[in-house]
């Protein structure tokens, strides 16, 4: 995705760049861990609230 439409200061805060020559990655506010097999698993979120459309407010634990 290019970036949040309008809103800049957010690309710059979700879209931070890897290295040279190489596409940002996209920081979700996700936490996860990783098991031995390489699966990952979302166990949290760092916000503890989802911004939705619409205002539309999206809690993470009723995922």
């Given at each position: 995705m290019p970036g949040y439409w309008n809103r800049p200061d957010e690309t710059t805060d979700i879209l931070r760049?890897?290295?040279?020559?190489a596409l940002p990655w996209l920081h979700t506010?996700?936490?996860a861990t990783m098991d031995e097999d390489g699966y990952f698993r979302i166990v949290d979120r760092k916000k503890?609230?989802?911004l939705?459309?619409?205002g539309l407010n999206i809690y993470?634990?009723?995922l």
């Open positions: 760049p890897a290295y040279s020559g506010g996700d936490i503890d609230v989802i939705g459309a619409g993470p634990r009723e």
